[in-house]
């Protein structure tokens, strides 16, 4: 009778010797709540704050107008714009200092090959080469239109708040 000494006295349950655990959440005995399978508690949410409002290098919410002033102003006084714009805040934002540099860069770009353009074929025609002057207007159109599609590329990508670099064969560095 050795087995019926080392159980229960009358072989059902008995109490067990360590005591029960604690209740948990809202009085309930059981066993301890797995969140998500990790076994703790779900850690803490992250600390709340205001989500970083402006790109790299913009300064004030009014630095991505100034910026699309330097492009899209030249549709209306040219390279003027794109000056204005440098010229009054570049010491204030990074941001409208890279995009009215590179709106001032392709306008001044632009105004070099057209009037070197231009005099090529003032050249020619006095000379009474017309394929010279047919060239260098050919030259003058498509850069004004390769200006023009990049003046709306520049426009977007500041709209957007990027950094964007019109290509040097576009837009000569001279501005930085």
């Not at 360590?18 to 803490?44: I, L, M, V």
Request: glycine residues 14%; proline residues 16%.
């Amino acid at each position: 009778m050795a087995d019926s000494e080392s159980g229960p006295p009358h072989g059902g349950w008995h109490p067990p010797s360590d005591p029960p655990p604690p209740p948990g959440p809202g009085g309930y005995y059981g066993p301890p709540q797995s969140y998500g399978g990790y076994g703790g508690p779900p850690p803490p949410p992250p600390p709340y704050g205001p989500p970083p409002p402006y790109g790299p290098g913009i300064t004030g919410s009014d630095d991505t107008t100034w910026a699309l002033l330097g492009y899209l102003g030249q549709f209306v006084i040219g390279f003027l714009a794109p000056l204005i714009v440098y010229l009054a805040r570049k010491d204030e934002s990074p941001f409208v200092r890279f995009h009215g540099a590179q709106a001032l860069n392709l306008a001044l770009s632009y105004l070099a090959v057209f009037f070197g353009a231009f005099a090529v074929a003032i050249v020619g025609a006095m000379a009474r080469l017309p394929a010279l002057a047919i060239v260098a207007i050919a030259a003058i159109f498509a850069f004004a239109i390769a200006h023009l599609v990049y003046l709306i590329i520049g426009a977007v990508k500041a709209g957007r708040r990027e950094m964007y670099r019109i290509p040097a064969g576009l837009c000569w560095r001279m501005i930085r």
